[in-house]
């Protein structure tokens, strides 16, 4: 397996700003992928974001396995002490629940601060997460405006913005960030495969060949049946498979690799969790 590391000098930057803008907000918000709610969670939350109250989304649940999701959301729940949503960024019914369990969690802190004698204000709510897991288009949604910009790879939030969503709550988006050390490269490989990791720093043929090899373990008949081959699922039989061929006659495997991650990616492979809970 070809190593994957990817922290460039704007994740570095990130970073700092987040540990340094974590002591002035009162509650935290977690973006996972749901697809991978343990690759995409930090290693070392705590040192990140010390002992603030804290929400766990697991974002695009609408392209994760529901059951999967079920069981992640009870373990996080237990894990780490603290509320667990399953969300998806195009769900409305997911948002009120969020800004009903932010302004929660923030209110100790408002009334803590009125006893000192001093005005209430907004609570400050960070949102974090690994790059591309939808912190934008979550705080899009909850102002109901494109105030953020999104899109979908790695590294689009290059700045920290605060957004207020009413006169309740404000909240700072940040751009993902990504521990400096991929020590687990199975989880490197398997933030790529969500395009947590800017595409510049892994080549697509092996990231795919690694997908194939990660599904099977998970949906063993998943491939085979979605690409109807009757041979082993490699990215060649499915070229040849599609009729993709370059100069030569030989399978244009550069072309599928690209193919495979996005069918992925998308949802046409269907909804599919790669962190998989016994
Ligand atoms: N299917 C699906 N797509 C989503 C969801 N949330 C976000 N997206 C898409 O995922 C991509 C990334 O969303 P962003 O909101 O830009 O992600 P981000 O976490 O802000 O990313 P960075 O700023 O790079 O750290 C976009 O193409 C979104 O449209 C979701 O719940 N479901
Ligand atoms: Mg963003």
Redesign the pocket.
């Known amino acids: 397996m070809e190593h994957i590391h990817w922290y460039p000098g704007h994740i570095a930057k990130a970073e700092k700003k987040l540990k340094e803008q974590v002591n002035i907000v009162d509650v935290v918000i977690e973006?996972l992928d749901?697809r991978i709610p343990d690759s995409s969670a930090y290693p070392d939350i705590k040192k990140l974001l010390r002992d603030k109250p804290r929400l766990i989304l697991l974002?695009?649940?609408?392209?994760a396995d529901n059951e999967q999701t079920a069981k992640w959301t009870k373990l996080i729940k237990e894990k780490n002490n603290c509320f667990v949503l399953p969300?998806?960024?195009?769900?409305n019914k997911d948002l009120s629940k969020i800004l009903n369990k932010v302004t929660e969690l923030g209110q100790p802190k408002i009334i803590a601060l009125v006893k000192k004698g001093l005005l209430p204000r907004a609570v400050r709510v960070m949102?974090v997460?690994?790059?591309?897991?939808?912190?934008?288009?979550?705080?899009?949604k909850l102002i109901k405006k494109s105030k953020?910009?999104?899109?979908?790879?790695?590294?689009?939030?290059?700045e920290q913005q605060w957004v207020r969503i009413n006169p309740k709550i404000d909240l700072l988006?940040?751009?993902?960030?990504i521990p400096l050390k991929q020590e687990d490269q199975k989880k490197a490989y398997k933030l790529a495969f969500v395009?947590?990791i800017g595409e510049n720093a892994y080549d697509v043929e092996a990231v795919a060949a690694e997908f194939l090899n990660t599904i099977k373990e998970v949906y063993p008949d998943l491939i085979k049946t979605y690409y109807k081959l009757d041979e082993e699922e490699t990215i060649e039989n499915i070229a040849l498979k599609r009729n993709w061929i370059v100069q030569g006659g030989k399978p244009d495997t550069k072309r599928c690799a690209q193919n495979i991650l996005n069918d992925f990616r998308?949802?046409r492979l269907g909804k599919l969790t790669l962190d998989k809970y016994e």
């Open positions: 973006v749901a974002n695009k649940s609408d392209l969300t998806s960024a195009g769900d949102v997460g690994m790059p591309n897991v939808g912190k934008s288009s979550i705080i899009n953020t910009k999104t899109g979908a790879k790695a590294g689009v939030t290059r988006d940040t751009p993902g960030i395009d947590s998308t949802g």
